[in-house]
């Protein structure tokens, strides 16, 4: 059974800082990997999807990377904002169907 | 493009109590997922359809919640009687049909209380 886990849990950092988030996974056999972003009181929004013959995505000030052997992948934030403020969830897919399991989140703030 | 919707927001009730909620996926999304958030939680896959066939519900606690998804569009998650750990956000997702290339489009989502 597949488990992810985010370390760490929370994070506070200043304005402007580059920082990177973890998720680690046990079963290396996965289809996809994403990372969504979850507002307080707000589903989730997917920022990337990276599939499992690829090694990174990019999407504006945001890179994720996947390392299947060792079962881990990065989330990048270049020159963070306030308004990146939010949870950052991972996820992985071990099917084609597609049915994702999540790690914990990492609830990260940006201080001004 | 319209995104996902769910209905209602917000739900409070007590326990043994019945609830319903209902999801209406993005136009032409052939999968629609069903999954449970507990508070400071990631998500857990409660359900999943492909049109209005179930391809899992291994993590559906059956003896109280069910799901069904008439015509393969509108979809409804039920649970009968209520207890006080179904405490949650209820997180309704779809997607292209099945493939694990295409991105999950989550709704808002419904969070439930009961007392």
């Known amino acids: 059974k597949q488990e992810v886990t985010q370390i760490p849990a929370a994070l506070s950092v200043p304005e402007g800082e580059n920082l990177v988030l973890n998720c680690s996974f046990t079963?290396?056999?996965?289809?996809?990997l994403q990372w969504f972003r979850q507002d307080p009181g707000k589903g989730l929004t997917s920022l990337l999807l990276?599939?499992?013959?690829?090694r990174e995505q990019t999407s504006g000030r945001l890179n994720a990377s996947l390392d299947k052997s060792s079962g881990r992948s990065t989330l990048y934030i270049a020159a963070s904002q306030p308004g990146d403020s939010a949870t950052y969830l991972c996820?992985?897919?071990?099917?084609?169907?597609?049915?994702?399991?999540f790690g914990g989140g990492t609830r990260l703030m940006v201080k001004p | 493009e319209a995104g996902v919707a769910q209905s209602p927001r917000y739900k409070i009730i007590e326990k043994r109590q019945s609830v319903a909620f209902w999801c209406n996926p993005i136009?032409?999304?052939?999968?629609l997922y069903w999954y449970q958030q507990i508070l400071g939680q990631g998500p857990k896959l409660l359900i999943q359809f492909q049109n209005n066939g179930v391809v899992d519900d291994s993590q559906l606690p059956k003896d109280r919640f069910s799901a069904e998804r008439l015509k393969g569009v509108d979809s409804t998650l039920k649970i009968q009687p209520a207890k006080l750990e179904d405490s949650a956000v209820y997180l309704c997702a779809s997607s292209l049909p099945g493939l694990a290339q295409y991105e999950q489009y989550f709704g808002p989502g419904t969070r439930l209380t009961v007392t």
């Open positions: 996820a992985s897919s071990n099917n084609a169907g597609n049915m994702l399991t």
């Open positions: 136009s032409g999304h052939a999968t």
């Open positions: 990276i599939q499992s013959s690829q």
């Open positions: 079963d290396s056999a996965i289809y996809n």
